[in-house]
C-alpha cells in the first residue's frame, strides 16, 4: 500500500493545493520560507484524525496519557491552523480540507475485500473536513454507486482499521523538542515490541508477572484498608491493581539506548541527528513487520554536521530499498534531491506544488551554481588524467548505443578529470550539492586507492560507484596499460625516438607513467613530455577504437560499460 496523492485546502499558508502526486521517495524542494514543510505538517496532521478516529482498544499498542496529550495537541487547531490572509474574509465557508487517496496492490485489496466485505478496485480515497468550531468531519470518497453504504460509522470505523492496521506513519519533524524526538523512537521500538505479544510464551510470561505482582499489591492494599478504617468507618475495601493495558504499554516502552562513541552515554544526552539517525535505522530494519511506513522527513539538514549528511542522506534513501517503506521529505538542500526520478522532487514555488521537468529546473529553484561544462549535466564519470578523459570519449562513443551517445553529445553525460587524488572528497561534495549522479574510475596505484577508501569510509561514495583500472600482471596501473601499444608506438618513435616494442616495455611490472619514465633515462624527462606521450595514447584510439584495448584486459572496460550504463539505467 502506498500515498498515491495528496490534497490540501486552506491550511496555514496553502489555500490550494490540489492533488499533488507521491512517489515511492518524494522530495519537497523550495527555497527557505516557502511552505514545503506545511505539507508534510498537513499530512501529519491527516494522518493523527485519521488514527484518532479509532478507538484506543483497536490499536496495536497504547497511548500513556502523556502520550495521548500530545497526540491531541498536535492535532488541527483552527486559530493556528487556519489561514490568517482569509480568516477575516467575507468568505462563508471557512473549513480546512485535506484528502489521502491511497494504492492498494491487488494482495492487499483481497485482503481488504474479505476483511471489509465491500470490492475495492484498487484505490481508495479520503476526505476530512476541519470546521471552524473544531468538529471535524470524515468521509470516504468513492466513484459509482454505494457511497452511502461505505459511510455508515461502522463500516467507515472498520475501513480505517484496517488502514491503520497496514501503515506505520512515522513524522520527523526539523525542529522538535527533547520529549518529542525521543518519542519517536521509544514509539518505533514499542511498536516492534508489540510483536511479542502473540507468543503464547511472552503470554504465560505476563501472567506469572501479575500473579506476583498481585500477590504484593494485595498486601499493601490490606495494610492500606486497615489503616484507613481507623479514621473513615465507611471504608469496605481498597483494592490496588496494574491495568492489563498499562502493564503491556509499560513493557514496550522506556527503553533506554546506550551509544558508546567513545563513553557510553543513553542517547536522550546525544546530537539531534543521531536520535534521527536512529529512529531512521529503525525503519530501515523493519522489514519482518507486517505493516508499510510512510515516513515524513521535515528538512533532514537541520543540526547536521556536514560530514553526516552523506550517512543521513544514505540512510533516507534505503529505507525504500525493498519497496516497502514511502518517504517524503521537505528540503532546501539539493544533496537530498532524488537524481534517479527527476519527476519525484516536487517543487515547491509562488504558492504551487508541482513535479520537476528537469535537473535544471531544480538547480534554479535552489541557486545552485554550476560550472559551464556541467549546466545540462546529469551523470559525471570523473578520471584522473585529461588524457584519460580524451581516451574514454573516444571508446565510449564506438562501443555505446546510440541512445547512450546521445548523452555524451547533449552534454548530460560528461567526463571529468582530476588529477590530485587529493581533491576526490571535495569533488565528490560538489558534484552531489550539483544534483549530479557520478561514477569513478580511477588509476590503481596507492594515493587513489587511500582517495578512494576515504570517500568510501565518509559515505560519499558506494562501493558499487568505482572501479580501478586493475591489471592482473602489476602491482600498480593506469589507464594506459589498458591500451595497445601496437596503435600508438610509431608515434611515439617518430617524435621522441623511443622504441616502445621492448621487453623493458612490454613485460614491465610497473605502472605505465614509471616504465616511460625508465626508457626516458637519457632525456630531460618531464611532467610536460610524460603529458605529451599520454595524449599520444589517447588521441591513437581514435580510428582504432575495436583493438585499442589489450585482450586481456577487455573486461576491465567492459566492466565499465557495464556500471555506467546501470547508473544511468
Avoid at 483497536?58 to 500530545?70: A, F, I, K, T, V
Avoid at 478496485?121 to 461505505?150: H, M, P, R, S, Y
Wanted: with cysteine; glycine share 2%; aromatic share 12%.
Amino acid at each position: 500500500m502506498r500515498l498515491l496523492s495528496f490534497s490540501i485546502e486552506n491550511f496555514r499558508s496553502i489555500t490550494t493545493a490540489k492533488k499533488i502526486e507521491l512517489s515511492q521517495i518524494s522530495t519537497f524542494i523550495g527555497k527557505n520560507n516557502e511552505w514545503k514543510s506545511n505539507i508534510l505538517n498537513a499530512l501529519n496532521i491527516a494522518m493523527k484524525i485519521l488514527k484518532n478516529k479509532i478507538s484506543r482498544s483497536s490499536l496495536r499498542y497504547w497511548y500513556s496519557s502523556r502520550s495521548w496529550w500530545y497526540f491531541d495537541r498536535i492535532m488541527y487547531d483552527w486559530e493556528r491552523d487556519f489561514p490568517v490572509n482569509i480568516k477575516g474574509s467575507r468568505k462563508k465557508i471557512k473549513n480546512t480540507e485535506f484528502r489521502l487517496e491511497f494504492e492498494f496492490t491487488e494482495e492487499e485489496s483481497k485482503e481488504f475485500n474479505a476483511y471489509i466485505w465491500k470490492t475495492l478496485n484498487g484505490i481508495l480515497e479520503f476526505k476530512i473536513v476541519c470546521q471552524e468550531d473544531g468538529n471535524i468531519l470524515f468521509e470516504i470518497i468513492k466513484t459509482g454507486t454505494g457511497t452511502k453504504a461505505w459511510n455508515v460509522e461502522k463500516t467507515k470505523n472498520k475501513i480505517l482499521e484496517y488502514i491503520m492496521w497496514k501503515i506505520n506513519f512515522v513524522y520527523i519533524p526539523a525542529v522538535r523538542t527533547e520529549q518529542q524526538a525521543i518519542e519517536t523512537i521509544e514509539n518505533l521500538i514499542a511498536r516492534e515490541l508489540s510483536l511479542l505479544e502473540n507468543h503464547e510464551e511472552y503470554k504465560e510470561a505476563l501472567k506469572i508477572i501479575n500473579n506476583i505482582q498481585n500477590t504484593a499489591l494485595n498486601k499493601i492494599s490490606q495494610s492500606v484498608e486497615n489503616s484507613l478504617k481507623n479514621f473513615i468507618s465507611d471504608i469496605k475495601e481498597v483494592d490496588m491493581f496494574v491495568q492489563e493495558n498499562r502493564r503491556r504499554y509499560d513493557f514496550r516502552r522506556w527503553v533506554d539506548i546506550l551509544i558508546n562513541d567513545g563513553t557510553k552515554t543513553s542517547i536522550s544526552y546525544k546530537w539531534d541527528w543521531i536520535k534521527s539517525l536512529v529512529a531512521l535505522s529503525i525503519l530501515k530494519d523493519h522489514n519482518v513487520w507486517e505493516w508499510v511506513s510512510i515516513i515524513a522527513i521535515e528538512e533532514p539538514e537541520s543540526h547536521l554536521h556536514p560530514w553526516a549528511i552523506h550517512s543521513l542522506r544514505n540512510v533516507i534513501y534505503s529505507l525504500t530499498n525493498d519497496n516497502k517503506n514511502q518517504e517524503l521529505i521537505s528540503t532546501h538542500n539539493p544533496i537530498f534531491a532524488n537524481k534517479d526520478n527527476v519527476k519525484s522532487n516536487i517543487i515547491v514555488n509562488n504558492w504551487k506544488a508541482v513535479p520537476a521537468k528537469s535537473i535544471a529546473e531544480i538547480r534554479e529553484i535552489l541557486w545552485v551554481q554550476v560550472s559551464d561544462d556541467l549546466t545540462w549535466a546529469r551523470y559525471v564519470l570523473i578520471v584522473e588524467w585529461l588524457t584519460d578523459k580524451i581516451g574514454l570519449e573516444f571508446l565510449l562513443m564506438y562501443f555505446w548505443s546510440d541512445k547512450l551517445k546521445e548523452l555524451i553529445l547533449k552534454k548530460m553525460f560528461v567526463i571529468q578529470a582530476l588529477k590530485w587524488a587529493g581533491k576526490l572528497s571535495y569533488k565528490l561534495d560538489l558534484l552531489m550539492a550539483e544534483i549530479c549522479k557520478y561514477f569513478v574510475a580511477l588509476d590503481n596505484d596507492s594515493a587513489w586507492k587511500n582517495a578512494i577508501k576515504q570517500a568510501v569510509d565518509t559515505q560519499r561514495l558506494r562501493l558499487s560507484d568505482y572501479i580501478l583500472f586493475d591489471i592482473w600482471s602489476k602491482k600498480e596501473s593506469e589507464f594506459e596499460d589498458m591500451i595497445n601499444y601496437n596503435i600508438y608506438k610509431d608515434q611515439i618513435f617518430e617524435k621522441y625516438w623511443i622504441n616502445v616494442e621492448h621487453d623493458d616495455f612490454i613485460k614491465s611490472k610497473t605502472k605505465f607513467s614509471k616504465t616511460i619514465l625508465s626508457l626516458f633515462k637519457w632525456k630531460n624527462f618531464d611532467e610536460k613530455m610524460e603529458d605529451d606521450i599520454k595524449s599520444i595514447v589517447a588521441n591513437s584510439i581514435k580510428g582504432h577504437e575495436n583493438k585499442a584495448i589489450n585482450k586481456q584486459d577487455k573486461k576491465i572496460f567492459e566492466k565499465l560499460l557495464e556500471w555506467i550504463e546501470n547508473m544511468i539505467k
